[in-house]
């Protein structure tokens, strides 16, 4: 039985992380402040800017319900303050609301169609939806006007790599690279591209490279660990799996990853703990459900 469980769930490492790029940080804590001078003395703008802040001061804090119904006051107060739908659009998104996400960012473009984070942001939840070459339109509408953002190129690259076309998303991810070198997705996203054709020393250079740059990400570290385990580096693997667990003990992915190659070192006792330990934080990991 131990046999058969392993073959079932630890033959194969889960897949590769490349997320998408959002733009909302610095987009959410600035609003208000860059367009400030928008703002009149009357009651109702007042309460809204309020408002504003405040779902912005959620949002930072990761209480997204709740920077929902702030900005929700804040449109109630004022419609057409751009801050207040672009920051329910953010929120919303970061909710997975996808489609009124999408909803919110029209609004706010209708009241400035020239900030072109919304527009990104907005690519990013058609991306999400599946619908990728509407996504890619939004980002190339972007880059018209601001081709010298980095973060929309990588994002053009996650979208081209979903339609199949490897060659242009390589070409994006450097586009990127030229643009920021310290664009640390960029990095992992040509290394995915390398990955896709089994190119695993290439693809661990640039792992490596991206983990340099920002070595905070766990699911960086995840990736790094499946591509040591591919190239049989086991105790390195081991290493990378550790940052992982380390910078979020809750990625079940890393757990699961790291008994795959405690299993592959014949530490098969150590490596069952550990796949328990995947199966205690994601019971639904095994089920065919993604997360």
Same mark, same amino acid.
């Given at each position: 039985?131990?046999?058969?469980? %392993? @073959?079932?769930? /630890?033959?194969?490492?889960?897949?590769?992380?490349?997320? /998408? =790029?959002?733009?909302?940080? +610095?987009?959410?804590?600035?609003?208000?402040?860059?367009? =400030? *001078?928008?703002?009149?003395?009357? +009651?109702?703008?007042?309460?809204?800017?309020?408002?504003?802040?405040?779902? @912005?001061?959620?949002?930072?804090?990761?209480?997204?319900?709740?920077?929902?119904?702030?900005?929700?006051?804040?449109?109630?107060?004022?419609?057409? &303050? %751009?801050?207040?739908? #672009?920051?329910?659009? *953010?929120?919303?998104?970061?909710?997975?609301?996808?489609?009124?996400?999408? @909803?919110?960012?029209?609004?706010?473009?209708?009241? #400035?169609?020239?900030?072109?984070?919304?527009?990104?942001?907005?690519?990013?939840?058609?991306?999400?939806?599946?619908? &990728?070459?509407?996504?890619?339109?939004? &980002?190339?509408?972007?880059?018209?006007?601001?081709?010298?953002?980095?973060?929309?190129?990588?994002?053009?690259?996650?979208?081209?790599?979903?339609?199949?076309?490897?060659?242009?998303?390589?070409?994006?991810?450097?586009?990127?690279?030229?643009?920021?070198?310290?664009?640390?997705?960029?990095?992992?996203?040509?290394?995915?591209?390398?990955?896709? =054709?089994?190119?695993?020393?290439?693809?661990?250079?640039?792992?490596?490279?991206?983990?340099?740059?920002?070595?905070?990400?766990?699911?960086?570290?995840?990736?790094?660990?499946?591509?040591?385990?591919?190239?049989?580096?086991? #105790?390195?693997?081991?290493?990378?799996?550790?940052?992982?667990?380390?910078?979020?003990?809750?990625?079940?992915?890393?757990?699961?990853?790291?008994?795959?190659?405690?299993? *592959? /070192?014949?530490?098969?006792?150590?490596?069952?703990?550990? &796949?328990?330990?995947?199966?205690?934080? #994601?019971?639904?990991?095994?089920?065919?459900?993604?997360?």
């Amino acid at each position: 039985m131990f046999a058969a469980l %392993f @073959q079932k769930h /630890l033959k194969k490492a889960l897949p590769f992380i490349l997320p /998408l =790029s959002i733009c909302l940080s +610095s987009q959410i804590t600035s609003a208000v402040s860059l367009r =400030s *001078n928008v703002y009149q003395t009357s +009651s109702k703008k007042y309460s809204a800017k309020k408002w504003i802040k405040n779902g @912005q001061s959620k949002y930072k804090r990761a209480k997204f319900e709740r920077a929902v119904k702030a900005y929700n006051k804040a449109i109630a107060s004022y419609p057409d &303050y %751009f801050e207040a739908w #672009d920051g329910l659009g *953010n929120a919303l998104y970061c909710m997975g609301n996808y489609d009124m996400a999408i @909803q919110a960012y029209d609004k706010a473009l209708s009241i #400035d169609p020239n900030y072109n984070a919304t527009w990104v942001n907005k690519g990013i939840a058609l991306y999400k939806k599946g619908s &990728y070459e509407e996504a890619l339109k939004l &980002y190339d509408k972007a880059l018209e006007s601001d081709p010298g953002f980095a973060t929309t190129w990588y994002n053009k690259g996650v979208t081209l790599i979903a339609l199949g076309r490897h060659q242009e998303a390589m070409q994006a991810f450097e586009k990127a690279i030229e643009i920021n070198p310290q664009e640390d997705l960029a990095w992992h996203g040509k290394g995915y591209i390398l990955i896709l =054709s089994e190119q695993y020393d290439a693809a661990l250079q640039l792992f490596s490279k991206a983990i340099q740059v920002n070595p905070e990400r766990a699911w960086a570290w995840n990736n790094m660990g499946i591509t040591l385990d591919k190239l049989r580096m086991y #105790d390195d693997a081991i290493k990378a799996f550790d940052k992982a667990i380390e910078s979020n003990p809750k990625s079940a992915r890393a757990w699961h990853n790291k008994a795959n190659t405690l299993y *592959n /070192l014949g530490k098969y006792e150590e490596s069952m703990r550990t &796949y328990n330990k995947a199966m205690e934080l #994601d019971p639904l990991l095994y089920a065919g459900i993604k997360k």
